[in-house]
């Protein structure tokens, strides 16, 4: 049963085995919206859209993680510092370049419920007594 006024989550990945297995993860904690398509995802975000945390993938087919934080930076600074990346060890230049360079959280997958109830948990506390 989830909370009521639970924080909103919102899951941005490609893979829909994962974004499922989160859902079922945090679902009785917080409000989980999952998108498996990065476009999507901008396009709510854009819209108005907003979010307590969003969990996103660094590499995806359409649109990266790293293109997603770069749109919120302009358009919603808010969402682009509750971001928490979600990586799978492969990475570009670019994209080790980018996780160099942005203070925001991330988690090494393969992750297991624990380690994300425990990552979310610090990540909306720290979220909310940043400035």
Same mark, same amino acid.
Request: aromatic residues 4%.
């Given at each position: 049963?989830?909370?009521?006024?639970?924080?909103?989550?919102?899951?941005?990945?490609?893979?829909?085995?994962?974004?499922?297995?989160?859902?079922?993860?945090?679902?009785?904690?917080?409000?989980?919206?999952?998108?498996?398509?990065?476009?999507?995802?901008?396009?709510?975000?854009?819209?108005?859209?907003?979010?307590?945390?969003?969990?996103?993938?660094?590499?995806?087919?359409?649109?990266?993680?790293?293109?997603?934080?770069?749109?919120?930076?302009?358009?919603?600074?808010?969402?682009?510092?509750?971001?928490? +990346?979600?990586?799978?060890?492969? +990475?570009?230049?670019?994209?080790?370049?980018?996780?160099?360079?942005? *203070?925001?959280?991330?988690?090494?997958? *393969? +992750?297991?419920?624990?380690?994300?109830?425990?990552?979310?948990?610090?990540?909306?506390?720290?979220?909310?007594?940043? *400035?």
């Amino acid at each position: 049963m989830q909370l009521a006024n639970a924080p909103r989550v919102l899951v941005v990945d490609d893979d829909r085995v994962l974004t499922r297995a989160i859902t079922r993860a945090l679902g009785a904690a917080y409000a989980i919206t999952a998108e498996n398509r990065a476009p999507a995802a901008l396009e709510r975000l854009r819209g108005g859209e907003r979010f307590d945390l969003i969990l996103c993938d660094v590499m995806m087919p359409e649109l990266s993680g790293i293109a997603i934080h770069a749109e919120l930076v302009q358009v919603a600074p808010d969402q682009a510092a509750r971001m928490v +990346f979600m990586t799978g060890g492969a +990475f570009t230049i670019a994209a080790r370049e980018f996780l160099a360079r942005v *203070p925001n959280p991330r988690i090494e997958k *393969p +992750f297991g419920p624990p380690q994300l109830r425990t990552l979310v948990a610090d990540s909306l506390r720290a979220a909310r007594t940043s *400035p």
